[in-house]
């Protein structure tokens, strides 16, 4: 979704896991924004991290090469 979001809208807030409302209470609802660089590199290492383990099983679940379709228009944008 965030590659969506940055593509769309530019810079995005994008929120670290200690951000959640839930360690933080209402203070989490100020996440600043990223730089759109920060977001595609946030993007990329969700990705690089995932390539080869998503189990192809099924055709109604992300698959490896879906993967490497949305790795590829990253890496275009």
Do not use: T
Request: charged share 20%; aromatic share 10%; proline share 3%.
């Amino acid at each position: 979704m965030y590659f969506d979001l940055v593509r769309m809208f530019g810079d995005v807030p994008l929120p670290q896991e200690n951000d959640l409302v839930s360690n933080n209470g209402a203070s989490a609802a100020n996440v600043l924004r990223s730089s759109e660089q920060e977001v595609y590199d946030y993007n990329l290492a969700d990705l690089l991290d995932n390539q080869g383990n998503i189990a192809d099983s099924d055709v109604y679940h992300f698959s490896n090469d879906a993967l490497n379709v949305l790795l590829a228009k990253v890496y275009m944008n």
